[in-house]
């Protein structure tokens, strides 16, 4: 790889290697969906947490398990349901008659990896429990505050189809997911090929770590190394611009997707094996980034015009710094 300017040390190839290795060791379980399994690791290489929106029994849960596994992180499930209470998900100071003390019990939102299953079915209540652990990655019970574990994300499921029973996830929750994605229904060789595998064992059972969570950490460090010019930078922001300025939308996105733009271009030039960011990058995230995050107006809903509509019609018209170049001179 080329060097980038000021002289520094250009990216390593052992984090593009290890990414590669990543998508296919889960490959393995997750048949056919490389793009699925290449966000949720660049949200992962950012630091960032994803919302999973799909229908049941498309490997929403799989998808969490196997990147625990395929890394070697600590993972737990929790399935949210509307008895669960907040101190279910952070944990409770429980009195220990022996020591006549409080000890804290930590909750499921002590790991590594955090899979936060059909996360809507909780009351609003419970919901905010996850804002301070995905923003802050910290919990304070009682006064006092507990840091979690590196590397840490939420991956958290909801079925789009189903509103019975459910609490929709406010804006400012939506906007702590670093990403929304959704894996869609395999073709039908894809799903031939999932019979195959699953015939006589569960691949999950088979699989093995491909890395340690230390390494996972070294390379969160090498994306945010990965260069930017400012002329992509601005891009991001006009593409953020857009959005606020849109026709068909009630409420742009915030500063934190422009920020998670930026996070998730770094760490996909790094996936494809490059120490600089192109506006093509940006593009490759761009909607899964940015939808969620579109308010659409009453008049679009009622059209059925969807957010990703939105974001796909801005990446369109706002015009690509100098006609997809990707380092511009500083």
Do not use: W
Not at 68 to 79: E, H, I, W
Not at 112 to 127: F, G, H, S, W
């Amino acid at each position: 790889m080329s060097g980038r300017p000021g002289g520094k040390v250009t990216l390593s190839a052992e984090p593009t290697k290890l990414a590669e290795s990543l998508v296919e060791n889960i490959s393995n379980v997750i048949v056919g969906k490389r793009e699925a399994i290449e966000l949720s690791l660049v949200s992962l290489f950012s630091r960032g947490h994803i919302l999973i929106e799909d229908v049941p029994g498309v490997g929403k849960t799989m998808l969490a398990r196997s990147i625990a596994v395929t890394t070697g992180c600590d993972f737990r499930r929790l399935q949210f349901t509307p008895d669960l209470l907040p101190s279910d998900v952070t944990g409770a100071s429980i009195f220990n008659q022996k020591t006549e003390n409080f000890e804290f019990r930590t909750g499921p939102i002590m790991a590594q990896i955090v899979l936060a299953d059909e996360v809507n079915r909780a009351t609003p209540k419970t919901q905010s429990a996850l804002l301070e652990a995905m923003g802050e990655r910290q919990v304070t019970v009682e006064g006092v505050t507990h840091m979690l574990p590196e590397p840490f994300m939420v991956m958290a499921t909801q079925n789009p189809i189903e509103y019975e029973g459910t609490f929709p996830l406010p804006e400012a929750q939506l906007d702590r997911f670093f990403m929304r994605i959704s894996l869609g229904y395999p073709s039908r060789e894809e799903e031939v090929a999932i019979m195959d595998r699953r015939e006589s064992v569960d691949p999950i059972d088979q699989l093995t770590s491909a890395c340690k969570p230390e390494d996972i950490l070294e390379i969160q460090k090498q994306a945010d190394d990965v260069y930017i010019n400012e002329l992509v930078k601005q891009y991001i922001v006009d593409l953020a611009n857009a959005t606020r300025d849109h026709r068909e939308a009630a409420l742009g996105v915030s500063p934190r997707a422009s920020l998670n733009l930026m996070k998730g271009a770094k760490a996909m030039a790094m996936v494809r094996a490059r120490d600089f960011v192109t506006p093509d990058d940006v593009k490759a995230i761009a909607v899964p980034v940015m939808a969620h995050r579109v308010l659409l107006s009453p008049s679009a809903r009622m059209r059925g015009i969807t957010q990703a509509a939105v974001v796909d019609e801005i990446l369109n018209t706002v015009p690509v710094p100098g006609g997809g170049g990707g380092r511009a001179p500083a």
